[in-house]
Nanobody, 115 residues
Framework: QVQLLESGGGLVQPGGSLRLSCVAS????????MAWYRQAPGKERELVAR???????EYVSSVMGRFTISRDNAKKTVYLQMSSLKPDDTAVYYC?????????WGKGTLVTVSS
């Protein structure tokens, strides 16, 4: 069983930056895909960024050039560095990992971008 705990959300002004962190309860293998999803009010959950072994990170087009996903397997942590934030980035952000065909979700952390 894998438990995921997100942190780093909060209120930020447009143009600001935040870094989200997700710590796993179990050892993270480099072969385990990890990702960040988000769900804005009234909208479906969408994939924001994904990182997989041997591949370049992938991003939804709306965040390319502004967000960076990274991971530190020794710390069992995946990060999402968010810059140039826009009001449309407001959402609950969820950490995701797929381990041995089983999908695990974090509880989510709220990011609000507003003046």
């Amino acid at each position: 069983q894998v438990q995921l705990l997100e942190s780093g959300g909060g209120l930020v002004q447009p143009g600001g930056s935040l870094r989200l962190s997700c710590v796993a309860s179990e050892t993270i293998l480099s072969s385990d895909p990890m990702a960040w999803y988000r769900q804005a009010p009234g909208k479906e959950r969408e994939l924001v960024a994904r990182i997989r072994s041997g591949r370049d990170p992938e991003y939804v087009s709306s965040v390319m050039g502004r967000f960076t996903i990274s991971r530190d397997n020794a710390k069992k942590t995946v990060y999402l560095q968010m810059s140039s934030l826009k009001p449309d980035d407001t959402a609950v952000y969820y950490c995701y990992v797929r381990e041995n065909g089983v999908i695990y979700w974090g509880k989510g952390t709220l990011v609000t971008v507003s003046s």
